[in-house]
């Protein structure tokens, strides 16, 4: 199992459409989490830390399922501009950041 | 502020050729690292210092070296390139371990 797995898409959505993606993690230990943005040829950016309590910034919620080994990441509203590939990101046994294979989100008018 | 910046941009070397790929961050931030993004394959750690001073081998070391120079740049170099080393590599830093990393641009290398 990888430690860190996305399914790698592409989600094709609507304008205005709802999409969650979900990112399942191995290591049981993992305390950091994050969701980055990377759009075609650029550098991931970051855009959201994952908290035990889960956190919303404006249309992204993100989630913490401790018991299950997954967080997740909701776009409420979509935009096309919301189109690029998501990178979740969660610490490793050896204390390292790991990436996901990314999902891709294809948002169309 | 530049945040990270990385050289050069784009480059091609013929197979045994060397470079050193520079980062630099101007954030005052403790760790930084190399990755490398293929497709398919995700963002892999190469290499990483978590703090002036250290080093320690990532995911896919093999074929690589780093030096962190000071607290601000952190180098990759490539002794002996090989095709296999053709990607797409990223300098990163952050404040710690395992806080949000923030990336250079990249430097898209091909190895014929």
């Known amino acids: 199992r990888k430690e860190v797995e996305q399914d790698p898409g592409p989600f094709n959505v609507p304008e205005g459409a709802t999409v969650a993606f979900n990112c399942t993690y191995s290591n049981s230990a993992s305390q950091s989490f994050f969701w980055y943005r990377q759009d075609c040829r650029k550098e991931p950016k970051l855009l959201m830390s994952v908290y035990s309590s889960g956190n919303e910034d404006g249309r992204f919620t993100a989630q913490l399922n401790r018991a299950s080994q997954y967080i997740s990441l909701l776009i409420r509203d979509s935009k096309l501009s919301d189109s690029a590939t998501y990178l979740c990101?969660?610490?490793?046994?050896?204390?390292?950041?790991?990436f996901g294979g990314g999902t891709r989100l294809m948002v169309k008018p | 502020n530049a945040g990270v910046t990385q050289t050069p941009k784009f480059q091609v070397l013929k197979t045994g050729q060397s470079m050193t790929l520079q980062c630099a961050q101007d954030m005052n931030h403790n760790s930084m690292y190399w990755y490398r993004q293929d497709p398919g394959m995700g963002l892999r750690l190469i290499y990483y210092?978590?703090?002036?001073?250290?080093?320690d081998k990532g995911e896919v070391p093999n074929g690589y070296n780093v030096s962190r120079l000071n607290k601000r740049e952190f180098s990759l170099r490539l002794e002996s390139a090989a095709p296999s080393q053709t990607s797409v590599y990223f300098c990163a830093s952050s404040v710690l371990q395992n806080s949000p990393l923030h990336f250079g641009n990249g430097t898209r290398l091909t190895v014929t």
């Open positions: 210092s978590a703090s002036e001073g250290t080093t």
């Open positions: 990101v969660v610490n490793n046994a050896g204390n390292m950041l790991t």
